[in-house]
């Protein structure tokens, strides 16, 4: 089952998801998985089944969403807004060749400084929530900076993109480990757990702290009453997983390797979202410009791409409607 991508344009009498704009960040952790091809695909497939879509370039070092968009004319960008050169998201969106589909592009950071401070970051997650759109898509850079882990906490859904390599999937559980640490730093109050976190977070730690299930357990014997809600609050940390470049069968399966070892060793649910063939056509895509659901319709890629949109929309509808806020 795939989302109908043959009607494009707003379905006027259709009000989504309560007419809460959704926001999605696309990460992963290593470098060239397929982060940007995973988030202009998504954008591009959601754009074309009628709802509007703004996907964002946070890879400010290393921008490349307006090209796999074929936006060639980057006139403003994200990185106005971290230079508080705008402070209006909406005059950062430019327009791409797909209706319903905006871009806020990544292009021309200030090398020395790109990432926006803490201040700045927060002020950009309620800009983006302001947006007059049904999706926001957020393609991440590589690495677990602050910032790129705060976008990944932040969004409705979190996507973890990996490839079937060991590398890639080393990295994976790293960034999953730092966004698993940082939000429940976030979410601590009291001191003594506040240290035991920063000890912890050590991997060396001589409290023999390995995992962040150890870690659990261990605030929950020092605070009981901490240690259940904060148990509570991580059981909400739900990233999804999606394995990109699969060109055999076994590779299919690490999706679900992954969800387990997220489930026994951190203690969370990874909902493995589906899996996306490797495909030469990828490459020529991107060199004109093409989204590859749009240049190849009809590949086996483009249909997985499908499938991953349309279980999104699926689970998010359904959030919705039965008033779950995250
Ligand atoms: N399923 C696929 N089949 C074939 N090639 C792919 C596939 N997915 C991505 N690629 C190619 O792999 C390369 C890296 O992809 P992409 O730029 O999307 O990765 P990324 O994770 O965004 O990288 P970075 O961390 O540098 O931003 C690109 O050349 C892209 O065309
Ligand atoms: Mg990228």
């Known amino acids: 089952m795939a989302l109908d991508t043959s009607r494009p344009g707003r379905r006027s009498s259709e009000v989504p998801f309560g ?16 982060k ?17 879509v703004v996907a964002v370039d946070a890879d400010l070092e290393g921008p490349n969403l307006h090209t796999c968009l074929g936006v060639r004319n980057t006139r403003v960008g994200l990185a106005d807004f971290v230079a508080g050169r705008e402070d209006d998201l909406g005059k950062l969106l430019l327009e791409t060749p797909e209706h319903g589909l905006q ?17 700045r970051r927060v002020e950009f997650l309620r800009g983006l929530r302001q947006l007059d759109t049904d999706f926001v898509l957020i393609d991440l850079g590589a690495g677990s900076q602050a910032a790129t882990l705060d976008y990944f906490l932040v969004a409705d859904e979190g996507l973890m993109v990996l490839q079937p390599e060991p590398t890639s999937v080393e990295n994976a559980y790293a960034f999953l480990r730092a966004a698993f640490y940082r939000r429940l730093r976030l ?3 009291g001191q003594d757990v ?31 009453v901490e240690g259940r809600r904060l148990v509570e609050i991580m059981s909400q940390f739900r990233p ?10 076994e590779d299919i399966k690490l ?38 659901v749009d240049y190849r319709e009809s590949s086996d890629a483009a249909s997985y791409i499908k499938r991953i949109a ?6 998010m509808t359904e959030t919705s409607s039965s008033g779950v806020q995250s």
Do not use: W
């Open 19 to 34: 007419g809460r704009t959704r926001i999605l960040a696309i990460g992963g952790g290593k470098g060239g998985v397929g």
């Open 36 to 52: 940007s091809f995973v988030a202009a695909n998504l954008s591009y497939t959601l754009a074309r089944a009628g709802y509007r």
């Open 103 to 119: 871009l806020i592009a990544g292009t021309y950071a200030n090398l020395d400084q790109p990432q926006p401070g803490h201040l």
């Open 187 to 189: 979410a601590v109050l």
């Open 194 to 224: 506040r240290s035991l976190i920063r000890e912890a977070v050590d991997q060396r730690n001589e409290l023999g702290i390995r995992s962040p299930l150890d870690l659990l357990r261990e605030i929950e014997s020092l605070d009981p």
């Open 240 to 249: 999804r997983i999606i394995i990109n470049d699969v060109e055999r069968k």
């Open 255 to 292: 999706g679900f390797a992954v969800a387990s070892v997220c489930r026994k060793y951190f203690g969370f649910e990874a909902e493995y979202l589906g899996y996306v063939n490797h495909d030469e056509s990828v490459r020529k895509s991107v060199m004109q410009g093409r989204p590859l």
């Open 310 to 315: 349309h279980k999104l929309v699926q689970s």
